[in-house]
């Protein structure tokens, strides 16, 4: 029996192991235009990198804007500070013995849910 409870206390060790190793493997990213993780912003032209750099100085973010006018241009840190994902609402499942949508009066599993 002896040998059964270390085996045990092993196998838990062995399991908080694992767990560790998995959630130090996930890291979190500062939030964009911070200044841990600054929006990397390429562009061509000098009239192009004065008007963004006022822009990010408008809004407060913090930026690395490089001039390369033989390289395409990339802005989307700068679109994704404009326009953030806004998360989505998801509605509340109807329930079978909840009272129908349509306004009968009748439990949704007897009305509109058959």
């Given at each position: ?93 109807l329930g079978r013995n909840e009272p129908c949508s349509c306004g009968s009066g009748k439990k949704y599993k007897n009305c509109c849910g058959?």
């Amino acid at each position: 029996m002896g040998n059964r409870i270390a085996d045990i206390g092993r196998m838990k060790s062995m399991v908080d192991d694992e767990n560790r190793l998995r959630t130090a493997a996930l890291k979190k990213t500062a939030k964009l235009g911070t200044e841990k993780n600054p929006a990397l912003v390429h562009v061509r032209t000098e009239e192009r990198f004065k008007e963004i750099t006022a822009l990010f100085k408008e809004k407060g973010w913090k930026y690395k804007i490089e001039l390369e006018p033989d390289k395409p241009e990339d802005i989307s840190d700068l679109e994704r500070l404009l326009n953030p994902i806004k998360p989505r609402r998801v509605e509340q499942k109807l329930g079978r013995n909840e009272p129908c949508s349509c306004g009968s009066g009748k439990k949704y599993k007897n009305c509109c849910g058959q």
